[in-house]
């Protein structure tokens, strides 16, 4: 069973920057990973994903061009590196693993079995 640790929320100012890891329990060669976000109230949104091979990724509307996900197959970890953050990037962020990842992946929650327990991400000033 992979198990996913997410790691590098906190509290940030608007526009500033953070950046999270995900690292699982084993290999991810062959996975690819999202980054879902929960605000308060709202419904489950993914962020961004990632392929295994390539990598190719892809961006929620919202966040392209703010937002990068990058990742260390390695060290079994992924990225997600976020600039210019704004109130609204305020939540629960969770990084899922969906199997034969290779060369595509979506940011809709469907297909990820693996998730993580979520790091806190809360852009106040």
């Known amino acids: 069973q992979l198990q996913l640790v997410e790691s590098g929320g906190g509290l940030v100012q608007p526009g500033g920057s953070l950046t999270l890891s995900c690292t699982a329990s084993?290999?991810?060669?062959?996975?690819?990973i999202g980054w879902f976000r929960r605000a308060p109230g709202k419904e489950l949104e993914g962020v961004a994903c990632?392929?295994?091979?390539?990598?190719?990724?892809n961006y929620a509307t919202s966040v392209k061009g703010l937002f990068t996900i990058s990742r260390d197959n390695a060290k079994a970890t992924v990225y997600l590196e976020m600039k210019s953050l704004k109130v609204e990037d305020t939540g629960l962020y969770y990084c899922?693993?969906?199997?034969?990842?290779?060369?595509?992946?979506?940011?809709?929650?469907?297909?990820?079995?693996?998730w993580g327990q979520g790091t806190q991400v809360t852009v106040s000033s």
């Open positions: 990632i392929t295994s091979m390539g990598p190719r990724s």
């Open positions: 084993h290999t991810l060669d062959s996975y690819a």
């Open positions: 899922a693993a969906a199997p034969r990842g290779y060369y595509v992946c979506s940011t809709s929650p469907t297909g990820y079995g693996s």
